[in-house]
Structure formats: structure tokens, C-alpha cells
């Protein structure tokens, strides 16, 4: 079942932060987000374990919530890089990934 | 290293035509992946494979098939092909399981069918 990502889109200033959200309706056994800029592929950016600490790179950052079986990715300080989609995939017990349907990001000077 | 590869780039195919989508990667990775990707949406897996010689099917496998003869190439073969198959197709490789490991894309396939 695939996840539900929130927003849909964001319209940012270059500083300003943003939160993107990732549900399932499913007990998760792990979190994948990438990110994808228009007409490349997808790029790994981290991966949450379920039991697992909250993650960090550079100035993105996640965290998983078992009980809510939802994952929040926090982009602080946004720059004009970070503008793509962002996907999140979801790992159920035994099965593949499932990507969400997508956040465009995009971020204005 | 190369990653992981993908031909051709661009293809254009008519109603009911055939072609074969070929991936390589040169990481050692036992798990690769087909997924197509429609415009402005989500990855959807069509076909992953465990290792070589092992396949199985994913979310959309309709339409597809796939070999996987050794560990570095994983073809995606379309039979009869139809407007609904147009999309981008994703190739992806990961050194095990999604549930602890990350999987590195090939740059995609955009295929047209009219």
C-alpha cells in the first residue's frame, strides 16, 4: 500500500525551513527518502531503521515515529539545491519498497 | 565505477512493437530493480530480482518480462507494446534488501509508444 506524502508541494524563500510527511497505514519496518531533480534519477538521502535514532545530512535531517507509523524529513536552512521532489519508500515486514507520491520542493532566491 | 547503466536513453515505439531495456551495474549488487516512473508521479516496481537467476514479480509486472543471467545485467524485455507503457523506466541496484539498504538509480529510459 503505497504511503501518503505532505504536503504535495512548497514553495520556499532560500533560509526558510520546511517539513515534509510520510504515513502508513501499515507497520513500517523502515523509511527510505530520495530526492529527484527534473529529468535525473532519484538520489538516496537516508534511510530510517524502525528502533532506529533520528537521522542527519548536513542540513536535512529525519526522524521515524513507530507509534504513528509516519516519517517527517526537516530541511533547515533551505538553499536553492535542495529545489527537486522528494519521495519517501516505505518497507513493510518481507516486502520491497513503496515510494509515495512525491513533494515538489522548490525554493526562491 | 560506473554505477549503474542504462540503454537506450530515448526510444519510440509503435503499437505492438518490441524492444528490450538493458541495465548493468558494476557494484557487486545482488538486488536489482525495473521501475517506471509516469509524469509528475511515484516510482512504481515492475520487476526485482534477488540474485542471478532469480525474478519475481512487483507492483505493475503486466505487459514485461525479465532475465537476470548474471549478477551485473538485468533486461527488461516489452512485449506488444502499448500507450499505457509509456513512461520513464528506472533501473535501480541495491548490495541487499530495501529494508537496511539504499538503492542507486540508472539515469532512465524515456520510452514513448504512439
Known amino acids: 500500500q503505497q504511503p501518503v506524502q505532505s504536503p504535495q508541494a512548497v514553495i520556499l524563500r532560500e533560509g526558510e525551513d520546511a517539513v515534509i510527511n510520510c504515513s502508513s497505514s501499515?507497520?513500517?519496518?523502515?523509511v527510505h527518502w530520495y530526492r529527484q531533480k527534473h529529468g535525473e534519477a532519484p538520489v538516496f538521502l537516508m534511510i530510517?531503521?524502525?528502533?532506529?535514532e533520528q537521522k542527519g545530512h548536513e542540513k536535512i535531517s529525519a526522524s521515524f515515529n513507530e507509534k504513528k507509523q509516519q516519517s517527517s524529513l526537516y530541511l533547515t536552512a533551505s538553499q536553492l539545491s535542495y529545489s527537486g521532489t522528494y519521495f519517501c519508500?516505505?518497507?513493510?515486514?518481507?516486502?520491497?519498497?513503496?515510494f509515495g507520491g512525491g513533494t515538489r520542493l522548490m525554493v526562491k532566491p | 565505477n560506473a554505477g549503474v547503466t542504462q540503454t537506450p536513453k530515448f526510444r519510440i515505439l509503435k503499437i505492438g512493437q518490441s524492444m528490450t531495456l538493458q541495465c548493468t551495474q558494476d557494484?557487486?549488487?545482488?538486488?536489482m530493480y525495473w521501475y517506471r516512473q509516469d509524469p509528475g508521479m511515484g516510482l512504481k516496481l515492475i520487476y526485482y530480482?534477488?540474485?542471478?537467476?532469480?525474478?519475481d514479480k512487483g507492483e505493475v509486472p503486466n505487459g514485461y518480462n525479465v532475465s537476470r543471467s548474471t549478477t551485473e545485467d538485468f533486461p527488461l524485455r516489452l512485449e506488444l507494446a502499448a500507450p499505457s507503457q509509456t513512461s520513464v523506466y528506472f533501473c535501480?541496484?541495491?548490495?541487499?534488501?530495501?529494508?537496511?539498504?539504499?538503492?542507486?538509480f540508472g539515469p532512465g529510459t524515456r520510452l514513448t509508444v504512439t
Open positions: 530510517l531503521l524502525k528502533g532506529g
Open positions: 535501480a541496484s541495491s548490495y541487499s534488501g530495501p529494508r537496511l539498504y539504499e538503492q542507486y
Open positions: 530480482s534477488v540474485g542471478a537467476g532469480i525474478t
Open positions: 519508500g516505505t518497507v513493510y515486514a518481507g516486502n520491497m519498497l513503496t
Open positions: 501499515k507497520a513500517l519496518y523502515s
Open positions: 557494484m557487486n549488487h545482488n538486488y
